[in-house]
């Protein structure tokens, strides 16, 4: 069974910057499009970045220029580096394969005070 384990969240200040990590188990992530959601209180899941299995990448309009997605298939781990937050990108994130096919995991909470 794909187990999926995102750490690295926090509590930190608009402007400041977070690195998420995605580590995945029971299957090899290489060869896979993998994405970061995230989820606002009140709000729907969202994807905000994806990376193909080629290393091409795509991000939603709202973190655009201040996110980065990258991978490293021999680890088994997915991250998403996370500079000038704002309040506005306070959420649990999350990470999957996409389209998703594994159980979501826990997911991490950042937190941005303004």
């Known amino acids: 069974q794909v187990q999926l384990v995102e750490s690295g969240g926090g509590l930190v200040q608009a402007g400041g910057s977070l690195r998420l990590s995605c580590a995945a188990s029971?299957?090899?992530?290489?060869?896979?499009?993998m994405g970061w959601y995230r989820q606002a209180p009140g709000k729907q899941r969202e994807l905000v970045a994806r990376i193909n299995s080629d290393g091409s990448t795509y991000y939603a309009d709202s973190v655009k220029g201040r996110f980065t997605i990258s991978r490293d298939n021999a680890k088994n781990t997915v991250y998403l580096q996370m500079n000038s937050l704002k309040p506005e990108d306070t959420a649990v994130y999350y990470c999957?394969?996409?389209?998703?096919?594994?159980?979501w995991g826990q997911g991490t909470q950042v937190t941005v005070s303004s």
């Open positions: 029971g299957r090899g992530i290489r060869g896979y499009t």
């Open positions: 999957n394969f996409l389209p998703v096919t594994a159980n």
